[in-house]
């Protein structure tokens, strides 16, 4: 009888470090799952200068964001620009760009 105690003790022992290890290997797969969508929008889109934005481009978001300033550019493989626009409060606006100053809406088709 001594040794009922002890043998359910390490069967509860047990089962608890099963848990234990399954919710690190969980943890582990969703920082791999978020670091790989981070990957993924790192190689879409490079980070540039403010003044390696065609002329264009900054020509239009004067135009256009007239209260908006910009404060971060992107430019993809295929020569779009992803702008990041602020206004002084703070609040940003992301639009995007083709190379020679026109607007593409997230809804359009290249064909």
């Known amino acids: 009888m001594k040794k009922l105690p002890m043998i359910v003790a390490i069967v509860v022992s047990i089962f608890s470090a099963q848990g234990v290890l399954a919710q690190d290997e969980l943890a582990v ?20 200068n403010i003044v390696e ?7 239009a978001a ?8 910009i404060v971060q550019a992107y430019m993809s493989k295929d020569n ?3 702008i990041i626009l602020q206004d002084r ?3 940003t606006k992301v639009v995007f ?5 026109e607007w593409i809406k997230p809804n359009d088709n290249k064909s």
């Open 29 to 48: 797969l969703n920082d791999d799952l978020e670091y790989r969508d981070y990957e993924y929008e790192q190689q879409e889109y490079t980070e540039i």
């Open 53 to 59: 934005l065609p002329l264009s481009i900054q020509e």
């Open 62 to 69: 004067a135009k256009d964001f007239g209260k908006l300033r």
């Open 80 to 82: 779009t620009y992803k």
């Open 89 to 91: 409060y703070g609040n």
């Open 97 to 101: 760009a083709s190379a020679n100053g």
